[in-house]
């Protein structure tokens, strides 16, 4: 359905278009940024990521810390 408010034609040739990439600043995000996905029950529990930064450190510490031999 073609929209008549919508300028573009119904079909373009890019065969001649040079690759365009993933934008110039790509690489630059993906190295400033970790983006990780939670499952919905996860998400769910925590308000914002400063929650989750709180309880991952947590589970470090405990990690980190030696139990006792018997």
Not at 40 to 51: G, I, K, L, P, T
């Amino acid at each position: 359905m073609k929209n008549e408010n919508n300028n573009l034609r119904d079909e373009y040739d890019f065969s001649n278009m040079k690759s365009l990439g993933k934008g110039k600043y790509a690489s630059k995000y993906r190295k400033g940024t970790n983006i990780i996905h939670l499952d919905s029950d996860v998400a769910a529990v925590f308000n914002n990521d400063e929650s989750v930064n709180e309880a991952l450190r947590t589970l470090i510490n405990i990690a980190k810390k030696k139990v006792p031999s018997s």
